[in-house]
């Protein structure tokens, strides 16, 4: 299994504010997913549904915060092994899974580390990322990019991106 470690990379003042946020929760037990996911209950969508911030931590834990909170303060500040969001049903199974974090921009190739981990709680999972994208930094720019079918220009600039993950 591939092991890196992303550091955060997006904006410094995003990082700075999440210094005084509470990170996310650790999820080590299916009766603690489900006391979260009570907790925050008014988050629930309309199909029964909660959808969470999720990190995976440099030890491979999982934890979990409101959908709105950023990735950098759910993982207290420091590197992920992968990061995005996660939509639980009540009893607390994973349906859908993203790599959607433009904080820490985590590969596709993350997977392995969200399975392991939800596996350990255990949590039943859909096998892989249901939504996955790539992530490429500019190199004229600088700026963080989604490709998007295979397009690797920057949106910002048209400057080509890299085939190969970059930050």
């Given at each position: 299994m591939q092991t890196r470690l992303y550091d955060y990379v997006g904006p410094s003042e995003i990082r700075d504010a999440a210094r005084s946020l509470p990170s996310g929760a650790f999820i080590r037990s299916k009766p603690d997913?489900?006391?979260w996911l009570t907790r925050h209950?008014?988050?629930t969508e309309i199909d029964g549904t909660l959808v969470a911030?999720?990190?995976i931590d440099r030890n491979g834990c999982l934890l979990v915060a409101p959908r709105r909170s950023e990735h950098v303060a759910c993982a207290a500040g420091g590197p992920v092994l992968?990061?995005?969001e996660m939509t639980f049903t009540a009893e607390g199974d994973v349906t859908e899974v993203s790599n959607q974090s433009t904080g820490f921009c985590?590969?596709?190739e993350s997977w392995p580390?969200?399975?392991a981990a939800l596996?350990?709680?255990p949590l039943p999972h859909p096998g892989g990322f249901t939504t996955s994208i790539v992530f490429r930094l500019c190199p004229?720019?600088?700026e963080r990019n989604i490709v998007k079918d295979g397009w690797f220009k920057c949106e910002l600039c048209g400057a080509s991106l890299p085939e190969h993950w970059n930050f």
């Open positions: 997913i489900v006391e209950s008014d988050d911030t999720f990190v992968s990061a995005g985590p590969e596709p580390h969200v399975a596996e350990s709680v004229g720019c600088r």
